[in-house]
């Protein structure tokens, strides 16, 4: 089975970058990252459960939170949708309450985040100042391989309300995800901490942590495999969601 969960990693993440080399300083806001990622997604009632969380780099990732549906989803409530939002800020708020700052690692969280309160706003008319309308239309580009464009239909000031509503939710979800993290900073410590001991954790290890107790190895491990911790053939890690190490652009939960 673990093999298995090695191949996937593989395919969808790309292969782990052992050669990378991230100082303790690095791994370690990465830790607290994932760790806020993983936290959130336990503590808000409705959200995927956690899979793994990991601070092992693959790809362009430095590190990744990745929860798996129970069951099939077609739609997506307006409450869940809130928490995901929360989940995608989680890292960046744990970032800033343990080092009192902001790193580039956030930027595909946030660019996330804010593409999803946009649609909430402009396709799934949850905005009640808004209303239930649409705005803007999709028009499809026959050739090009049928790309997808959008027409803006609406005024300036509709355009200028809209980014005020999509400021406001994120800015809700933000203050929710720092509150809990605040009200929960001891198991954010001991997430982050296991995280720099094992390197990769799964659900039922994280479940374990925040019940206050201990885990003895890293998830999905077997000899095969080379992710023992003992003797193992160490990958130095750092951060989520496609922290792009080398762009200290814009910030946009992975």
Not at 84 to 104: Q, V
Not at 106 to 111: I, K, P, Q
């Amino acid at each position: 089975m673990d093999d298995f969960e090695q191949a996937k990693d593989k395919i969808l993440m790309g292969v782990e970058r052992k050669s990378l080399l991230i100082s303790e300083e690095e791994k370690k806001t990465t830790a607290y990252h994932e760790a806020g990622h993983a936290l959130i997604a336990k503590l808000i009632p409705g959200l995927d459960p956690v899979h793994k969380v990991t601070i092992i780099p693959r790809g362009r990732a430095l590190g990744i939170t990745a929860s798996l549906p129970d069951d099939d989803k077609h739609t997506h409530s307006k409450t869940y949708l809130e928490g995901e939002l929360s989940m995608f800020l989680g890292g960046r708020i744990a970032e800033k309450l343990i080092f009192d700052e902001f790193t580039t690692g956030a930027s595909n969280d946030l660019e996330r985040a804010t593409a999803l309160a946009r649609k909430m706003v402009c396709e799934w008319g949850m905005s009640e100042k808004m209303g239930p309308i649409t705005y803007g239309q999709k028009e499809q580009e026959i050739f090009l391989g049928r790309e997808i464009s959008q027409h803006r239909d609406y005024s300036e000031q509709i355009a200028h309300e809209i980014d005020l509503e999509v400021n406001r939710i994120i800015n809700e979800a933000e203050r929710k995800t720092k509150d809990l993290l605040t009200t929960n900073i001891d198991k954010l410590h001991a997430l982050s901490n296991a995280l720099l001991e094992h390197e990769l954790l799964d659900g039922e290890q994280i479940d374990m942590i925040l019940r206050g107790e201990k885990i003895d190895t890293a998830a999905f491990t077997s000899p095969s495999n080379g992710n023992e911790k003992n003797g193992k053939d160490t990958t130095e890690s750092t951060k989520k969601e496609e922290k792009d190490s080398q762009e200290p652009e814009n910030d946009a939960k992975d």
